[in-house]
């Protein structure tokens, strides 16, 4: 079925279909342009909600990113600015693929319409004239008729009439004559134009306005089938990005999934413990005897006797800050060295420092090779390049690898003291618990507690010995099975006293845990124990 045969007499109603069809193309690319900026509003928020929450810092400088629970949130928040860009895509594809092409497309198809109207009223136009020059010869015949039978009715008369003179017979035959002539031409030309409306109008309902009526059939079923594409259109724009967006939320899936509160809770542990022991129980300073009174020093806040026996104040407000760890703390004064941070912490970043240092020097070693072979290249081929002109280049990077080496050296000779203040630490304490156990006998026996002082002065003047000979002591009172094993990981020179030297990859046995001061007594299996460092391992305990 088509227009032409079916609505060949509904010229307007298709005039007015085809007008509509325009008007709803017009009205969808609207509702998608609408659609494109509500789209473009979300993503620009999203972007704007990803921005505020992103660090400002980088992760090497944020110590919160070492947790993964700051790590996983992070990693929903980059996956939610990809969700963002996605969005955008979305926004982009409907605005190109509906709002640019099909008002493009829709002004094409009103300039054509507007040709096919044109062209059905012209056609409609010339059956009009051809209508009205068949009026107008069928008025003009039926005038001449009725002048002709008026004449010839004249004539009639004239020649009945016995007054009427021969001549007025004549003239009055001539006239009708001459009438019925025009008649005859009058009723020529109507036939003519008769046929040729009949003609015109036959060309006009069966085959001009037809095809008319077909053009904007088969135009307004383009618009349909394009419209119906633009429908398909904004549902497989959201379907294409939607395997993005499920690897963005499976991402944010994965991200917590990643979260491990055991793994963060001994994270927080290794970037935050000091490396100090509790303190220990204050002892008793009896003032009603004038006894020489000792303290323990192994309590970190126990406060040193002056020499009449009492308190000295100023080391009472020493060690207030340290008996007391969740008092408010002075604005700490920050140290090259980081000697004012805890012995553990120090060490770590210390070893951190060598780190960074050794990968830039590794940098300008690198470049001063690059500028080296560079300038030989240069002082074969001459054309290529003067050799001189990379002097200053190669000065400053000289200049670079000798500061660094020694900065590294510095940091190198700073984790040195470090690590052997801390095995300096763990021998004074060794001394201190034995001190401490001294002193507590002291209180049952007075004749024991002279022997025992004297046995515990004799233990501080100890701490010009070696130390490994204690350790050895300490080694010898604790033959018990190990409590786990470990595996070397980077070689250990044990240079200091009380250390034990260990290779790369080498099968420990471990006898004590790291105490918090980063070291770690093990046993090699070729015999000998000794202290090295924690991080140096891989610890499994039984």
């Keep these: 079925?088509?227009?032409?045969?079916?609505?060949?007499?509904?010229?307007?109603?298709?005039?007015?279909?085809?007008?509509?069809?325009?008007?709803?193309?017009?009205?969808?690319?609207?509702?998608?342009?609408?659609?494109?900026?509500?789209?473009?509003?979300?993503?620009?928020?999203?972007?704007?909600?990803?921005?505020?929450?992103?660090?400002?810092?980088?992760?090497?400088?944020?110590?919160?990113?070492?947790?993964?629970q700051y790590q996983a949130f992070l990693q929903v928040v980059k996956e939610l600015n990809d969700f963002a860009g996605q969005r955008e895509i979305v926004a982009e594809n409907l605005l190109t693929r509906i709002c640019v092409e099909f008002g493009k497309y829709s002004q094409e198809l009103k300039q054509e319409r507007k040709l096919h109207l044109q062209e059905g009223r012209r056609a409609q136009q010339q059956l009009e004239n051809s209508f009205k020059q068949l009026e107008n010869s069928k008025r003009k015949f039926e005038r001449d008729c009725r002048e002709a039978e008026k004449a010839v009715q004249t004539a009639e008369k004239l020649d009945q009439d016995i007054n009427a003179t021969k001549a007025d017979v004549e003239k009055a035959k001539q006239q009708a004559n001459l009438r019925s002539h025009m008649a005859e031409e009058s009723k020529n030309e109507y036939a003519s134009y008769l046929q040729k409306f009949n003609h015109n109008q036959s060309q006009f309902y069966f085959l001009e306005m037809p095809q008319i009526f077909n053009k904007l059939q088969e135009m307004d079923e383009r618009r349909t089938r394009r419209l119906k594409e633009g429908f398909s259109v904004f549902s497989e724009t959201e379907q294409q990005v939607m395997p993005i967006i499920g690897k963005c939320l499976e991402g944010m899936k994965a991200a917590a999934d990643l979260v491990d509160e055991k793994n963060d809770s001994r994270l927080l542990i290794e970037l935050n413990k000091s490396g100090f022991e509790r303190p220990g129980d204050m002892d008793f300073e009896d003032f009603s005897q004038p006894i020489n009174r000792t303290s323990s020093d192994s309590s970190l806040g126990t406060p040193r006797g002056t020499l009449d026996g009492r308190l000295d104040p100023r080391l009472l407000g020493k060690?207030?800050?340290?008996?007391?760890?969740?008092?408010?703390?002075?604005?700490?004064?920050?140290t090259e060295d980081f000697s004012h941070l805890p012995p553990e912490q120090r060490r770590k970043r210390l070893q951190q420092k060598i780190e960074e240092r050794n990968r830039e020097l590794q940098k300008e070693l690198d470049q001063r090779d690059a500028l080296n072979k560079m300038k030989d290249v240069y002082q074969k081929t001459p054309q290529m390049g003067d050799p001189n002109s990379l002097e200053p280049k190669i000065t400053e990077t000289l200049s670079n690898i000798e500061r660094l080496r020694l900065e590294v050296q510095k940091y190198e000779a700073w984790l040195a003291e470090a690590e052997s203040r801390t095995l300096s630490n763990r021998y004074n304490r060794h001394l201190d618990h034995a001190s401490a156990?001294?002193?507590?006998?002291?209180?049952?026996?007075?004749?024991?507690?002279?022997?025992?002082?004297?046995?515990?002065?004799?233990?501080?003047?100890?701490?010009?010995?070696?130390?490994?000979?204690?350790?050895?002591?300490?080694?010898?009172?604790?033959?018990?099975s190990p409590i786990g094993t470990c595996v070397a990981l980077y070689p250990f020179e044990g240079s200091s006293e009380g250390t034990i030297s260990m290779l790369e990859g080498e099968e420990l046995s471990l006898m004590e845990e790291d105490k918090g001061d980063g070291w770690t007594r093990v046993r090699r299996s070729k015999g000998g124990e000794g202290y090295v460092p924690t991080s140096y391992l891989r610890v499994n305990l039984n």
């Design 319 to 334: 060690n207030k800050g340290k008996r007391w760890p969740f008092s408010r703390k002075n604005k700490t004064v920050i």
């Design 1 to 68: 079925m088509d227009w032409g045969t079916e609505l060949w007499d509904q010229f307007d109603t298709v005039e007015r279909h085809t007008q509509w069809g325009l008007d709803l193309m017009d009205k969808y690319v609207k509702f998608v342009k609408e659609r494109t900026e509500i789209e473009q509003a979300y993503a620009k928020q999203l972007r704007s909600l990803v921005k505020k929450h992103l660090p400002k810092r980088t992760t090497r400088e944020d110590p919160d990113s070492k947790f993964c």
């Design 437 to 480: 156990l001294n002193n507590n006998n002291c209180s049952h026996e007075k004749d024991s507690c002279s022997l025992n002082t004297t046995h515990s002065d004799e233990s501080h003047e100890t701490l010009n010995q070696p130390i490994y000979t204690e350790f050895d002591e300490d080694f010898e009172e604790d033959l018990a």
